[in-house]
């Protein structure tokens, strides 16, 4: 993997415990009530009110406003839900149980000698951990978009992220509300996952918190959230996720529009340090796919796991593999792909990611997501 090739002086021995290090961290605090993040930006004022400038952010804007829904009233949040079913069944469709499976036939597998009571209750824990994490991953996008209203210099761009920001604030209701009706417990956000969300808040340059929030973040999350749509018949989080679907599309797409622009601007130097962030954060999103807290909570060795995770080779993970299929594209379609001296094409060839590099960006994409939404199941 790339962050060991940074390492280079070491021998690679060192460098894949020092992998398994990173890995196998989870949340050392899960009791904390708040957490203080210094934001380290200048809040900018624009006096050019010249609406429509930006053509596309500006229709955006207007398909944003038709496209609201109403947590509370569009969604039936009244049925009940069999949660070891739904676990169960989603565990069995979807990519991540298809990997877990995997890694329990796997040598030295810490998790062999499990049978059904083991299988279910992982899958329940599992599916409690993958909504609360949605659910912090959609306060970051929260804090990170009103953060983009204040700093990013262009009326249209402004006038976008105010409507991001009910989006998101919609989104961490629906999550919490399905978790708190719905599954036994709450995890507390995953190490890996609130490192990149303080980087994403704390850093100064406007452009980063769209490319780490509305790029990498949003565009695992599309993915996320369509592979367990895929997965589940069960009305309610079909439906939810239906929805949040339909506005993360357009997430992404004013990423992708906004940085557009400002890209073709920036020197080879500074698109290094794009190219750079992105292989950081694509990372840190690898290193959350373990569920450290879930093996942590089920009295599983984390360390094992991770050194059974670290045997697997990443061109047969299509769990990881798939969730990067937006980021690439995307990521293509700013030209920061090949940049220089194609930094990051080598850092996604190394995680056996740069196949999806000719997919569909979404700013082609979020009108088709968009369409589907209005068709509602359920009102
Ligand atoms: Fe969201
Ligand atoms: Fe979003």
Redesign the pocket.
């Given at each position: 993997m790339a962050i060991l090739e940074n390492e280079q002086p070491r021998s690679a021995e060192e460098r894949l415990e020092a992998f398994e290090e990173m890995l196998c961290r989870t949340n050392i605090d899960p009791d904390e009530e708040i957490r203080l993040v210094q934001d380290n930006a200048d809040a900018i004022f624009t006096w050019d009110y010249g609406k429509g400038r930006r053509e596309k952010l500006d229709k955006l804007y207007e398909k944003a406003k038709r496209s609201q829904w109403n947590a509370t009233t569009d969604l039936d949040w009244n049925a009940r839900i069999e949660v070891e079913q739904v676990a169960s069944e989603m565990n069995n469709n979807d990519y991540r149980g298809q990997y877990v499976a995997r890694l329990m036939e796997a040598e030295g597998s810490p998790i062999s000698n499990w049978g059904d009571k083991e299988w279910a209750e992982y899958s329940v824990e599992s599916f409690s951990w993958r909504i609360s994490q949605f659910m912090h991953g959609e306060q970051g996008?929260l804090l990170a978009t009103a953060k983009i209203v204040e700093t990013v210099p262009w009326i249209d761009a402004k006038y976008y992220a105010a409507t991001?920001v009910i989006?998101?604030a919609r989104?961490v209701e629906v999550f919490a509300r399905y978790l708190q009706e719905n599954l036994p417990h709450e995890y507390a956000v995953n190490h890996h996952l609130q490192d990149l969300l303080e980087d994403i808040i704390s850093d100064s340059r406007w452009d980063i918190t769209y490319l780490g929030m509305q790029i990498m973040v949003?565009g695992l999350a599309l993915a996320a959230f369509g592979s367990m749509h895929r997965a589940t018949a069960e009305p309610l989080l079909k439906n939810l996720l239906r929805y949040v679907m339909s506005?993360?599309a357009r997430?992404v797409a004013f990423g992708v529009i906004s940085l557009e622009e400002y890209y073709q601007e920036l020197t080879t130097a500074e698109l290094r340090e794009r190219q750079e962030f992105a292989h950081d954060a694509a990372e840190r999103m690898q290193g959350r796919f373990l569920q450290q807290e879930v093996w942590d909570r089920m009295g599983v060795d984390v360390r094992a796991m991770s050194r059974v995770f670290l045997q697997q080779d990443p061109a047969e993970n299509i769990f990881q593999q798939m969730l990067f299929s937006k980021i690439v594209p995307n990521c293509k379609k700013l030209g920061l792909l090949d940049a220089g001296d194609g930094y990051l094409r080598g850092a996604f060839t190394d995680m056996g990611v740069i196949q999806y590099e000719d997919h569909a960006t979404t700013d082609d994409e979020y009108g088709t997501l968009d369409e589907v939404a209005k068709d509602r199941e359920v009102v």
């Amino acid at each position: 993997m790339a962050i060991l090739e940074n390492e280079q002086p070491r021998s690679a021995e060192e460098r894949l415990e020092a992998f398994e290090e990173m890995l196998c961290r989870t949340n050392i605090d899960p009791d904390e009530e708040i957490r203080l993040v210094q934001d380290n930006a200048d809040a900018i004022f624009t006096w050019d009110y010249g609406k429509g400038r930006r053509e596309k952010l500006d229709k955006l804007y207007e398909k944003a406003k038709r496209s609201q829904w109403n947590a509370t009233t569009d969604l039936d949040w009244n049925a009940r839900i069999e949660v070891e079913q739904v676990a169960s069944e989603m565990n069995n469709n979807d990519y991540r149980g298809q990997y877990v499976a995997r890694l329990m036939e796997a040598e030295g597998s810490p998790i062999s000698n499990w049978g059904d009571k083991e299988w279910a209750e992982y899958s329940v824990e599992s599916f409690s951990w993958r909504i609360s994490q949605f659910m912090h991953g959609e306060q970051g996008a929260l804090l990170a978009t009103a953060k983009i209203v204040e700093t990013v210099p262009w009326i249209d761009a402004k006038y976008y992220a105010a409507t991001q920001v009910i989006d998101e604030a919609r989104h961490v209701e629906v999550f919490a509300r399905y978790l708190q009706e719905n599954l036994p417990h709450e995890y507390a956000v995953n190490h890996h996952l609130q490192d990149l969300l303080e980087d994403i808040i704390s850093d100064s340059r406007w452009d980063i918190t769209y490319l780490g929030m509305q790029i990498m973040v949003e565009g695992l999350a599309l993915a996320a959230f369509g592979s367990m749509h895929r997965a589940t018949a069960e009305p309610l989080l079909k439906n939810l996720l239906r929805y949040v679907m339909s506005d993360e599309a357009r997430h992404v797409a004013f990423g992708v529009i906004s940085l557009e622009e400002y890209y073709q601007e920036l020197t080879t130097a500074e698109l290094r340090e794009r190219q750079e962030f992105a292989h950081d954060a694509a990372e840190r999103m690898q290193g959350r796919f373990l569920q450290q807290e879930v093996w942590d909570r089920m009295g599983v060795d984390v360390r094992a796991m991770s050194r059974v995770f670290l045997q697997q080779d990443p061109a047969e993970n299509i769990f990881q593999q798939m969730l990067f299929s937006k980021i690439v594209p995307n990521c293509k379609k700013l030209g920061l792909l090949d940049a220089g001296d194609g930094y990051l094409r080598g850092a996604f060839t190394d995680m056996g990611v740069i196949q999806y590099e000719d997919h569909a960006t979404t700013d082609d994409e979020y009108g088709t997501l968009d369409e589907v939404a209005k068709d509602r199941e359920v009102v």
